[in-house]
């Protein structure tokens, strides 16, 4: 059987989160969801596993996951405001 180790998928798994977020300028969340994944899960690889595989790619996910927090609470007002919006109809 061709089966890969765990360490190869972890390893494959890591380059995909970090290619889609830097592609997408995506958020841990939109990643973890768009992968089935939990957001510690994303949030682990791209943080703790990244760095060790592969600096220069993990300084590029670094800014979009800092970009992403230093937007949160504008993004968290702006579906705030849709909820009521959409109350009022």
Partial sequence: MNRKRKSEEIYERVWELANYTVDYHSTVR??????????????????DRLPIISPLLYEQVRKVLDENK???????????????????R
């Fill in 30 to 47: 939109a990643t973890a969801q768009a992968y089935y994944l939990s957001k510690s899960t994303v949030h682990k690889d791209l943080t």
């Fill in 70 to 88: 230093s937007e949160r609470h504008i993004r968290g007002g702006m579906a705030t405001k849709r909820k009521y919006q959409n109350l009022k």
